[in-house]
């Protein structure tokens, strides 16, 4: 069977962008989820001293490490402490699929971006995402050393292309060619395809 092999750079650009960027509006919540374990992926990114993805103990530093690290997380720096970013946000999804105490989750005009009151801050998901895209493009911006493990394989899934999934809006499913670097959207509807350049 053919297997596609996805590049880390690709792989942020199909999955953590576009696809999570497609979710925001009808799915806020599991965006959150994403968005939480992403902030972790891109600090490991970001880390050229780890050879591999799955060292023990490395999620609470990794995650403090893109807050810490890349400009447009910064600003949420201060709350790591005030909050426990890592602990409240970060675990509470990944572990329980909720958000801990201090922390609540808003979308639309529900509640506004870094709103605090009665010990809680308060996230909008759509405020996150747009800092969380600008974080994703920063580390596919960066030039990583040779042999890092950014510019290795990251990724392989059966089929000629990667389908990074169906908008259920829509019905347009994204595809992803490694070998010529567009993706194509294809309309289950209308048998149509349309391809776009995304590789840098």
């Known amino acids: 069977m053919h297997?596609?092999?996805?590049?880390?750079?690709?792989?942020?650009?199909?999955?953590l962008i576009d696809?999570?960027?497609?979710?925001?509006?009808q799915h806020p919540y599991i965006s959150f989820i994403m968005m939480g374990i992403g902030i972790e992926f891109?600090?490991?990114?970001?880390n050229t001293t780890l050879n591999s993805w799955n060292?023990?103990?490395?999620?609470?530093?990794?995650?403090?490490?893109?807050?810490?690290?890349?400009p447009s997380l910064q600003k949420?720096?201060?709350?790591?402490?005030?909050y426990d970013l890592y602990g409240s946000f970060r675990c509470g999804l990944a572990h329980t699929a909720a958000p801990?105490?201090?922390?609540?989750?808003?979308?639309?005009?529900?509640?506004?971006?870094?709103?605090e009151g009665n010990g809680r801050?308060?996230?909008?998901?759509?405020?996150?995402?747009?800092?969380?895209?600008?974080?994703?493009?920063?580390?596919?911006n960066i030039t990583y050393p040779a042999g890092d493990k950014m510019n290795q394989d990251f990724l392989q899934v059966p089929g000629s292309a990667f389908n990074?999934?169906?908008?259920?809006?829509?019905?347009?499913?994204?595809?992803?060619?490694?070998?010529?670097?567009?993706t194509s959207n294809s309309s289950a509807a209308s048998g149509t395809t349309a391809h776009n350049e995304f590789r840098e």
């Open 3 to 15: 297997m596609t092999t996805l590049k880390l750079k690709d792989f942020i650009k199909s999955v």
């Open 19 to 25: 696809e999570l960027g497609a979710m925001i509006d």
């Open 42 to 46: 891109l600090g490991k990114c970001i």
């Open 55 to 70: 060292i023990r103990g490395r999620s609470g530093p990794d995650f403090k490490n893109a807050i810490r690290s890349i």
């Open 76 to 82: 949420y720096k201060p709350y790591l402490t005030t």
């Open 100 to 115: 801990k105490y201090s922390i609540t989750l808003s979308s639309k005009e529900q509640m506004g971006h870094l709103n």
């Open 121 to 140: 801050l308060n996230l909008k998901v759509e405020d996150f995402y747009n800092d969380f895209k600008l974080a994703c493009e920063h580390v596919m």
């Open 164 to 182: 990074s999934g169906t908008n259920n809006v829509t019905e347009i499913t994204s595809n992803f060619d490694p070998f010529s670097g567009t």
